[in-house]
Nanobody, 127 residues
Framework: QWQLVESGGGLVQAWGPLRLSCAAS????????MAWFRQAPGMEREFVAA???????FYSDSVKGRFTISRDNAKNTLYLQMKLLKPEDTAVYYC?????????????????????WGQGTQVTVSS
């Protein structure tokens, strides 16, 4: 089981950038898919981006072209670089780890595939 700790959230103006980090401890995650999800007030938690252990990236349509997920397996850290932020990106952002080792090309989009979660970091985008 990992302990996942997100950081980097905050208040940013619309169209600005922000980078989130997720530090994992407890075990190495070099063979496991990792992902970012977010949850806005009154909404269900939704998929944002995922990375296979090899670094292959998958995005939701709402963030494609604006967000970039990356990982440093040597540092056990997952990142989410966000650009051109919009007010509708305001949410609590969660880092998640799939405890099953994945294959080179795969990282899931389904919440149920991820067993380890961080506590979340708030991102607020002002218009």
């Amino acid at each position: 089981q990992w302990q996942l700790v997100e950081s980097g959230g905050g208040l940013v103006q619309a169209w600005g950038p922000l980078r989130l980090s997720c530090a994992a401890s407890g075990r190495a995650f070099s063979t496991n898919p990792m992902a970012w999800f977010r949850q806005a007030p009154g909404m269900e938690r939704e998929f944002v981006a995922a990375a296979s252990w090899s670094g292959l990236a998958f995005y939701s349509d709402s963030v494609k072209g604006r967000f970039t997920i990356s990982r440093d397996n040597a540092k056990n850290t997952l990142y989410l670089q966000m650009k051109l932020l919009k007010p509708e990106d305001t949410a609590v952002y969660y880092c998640a780890a799939d405890q099953r080792s994945g294959d080179y090309y795969y990282a899931g989009r389904d919440i149920a595939e991820y067993a380890s979660w961080g506590q979340g970091t708030q991102v607020t985008v002002s218009s």
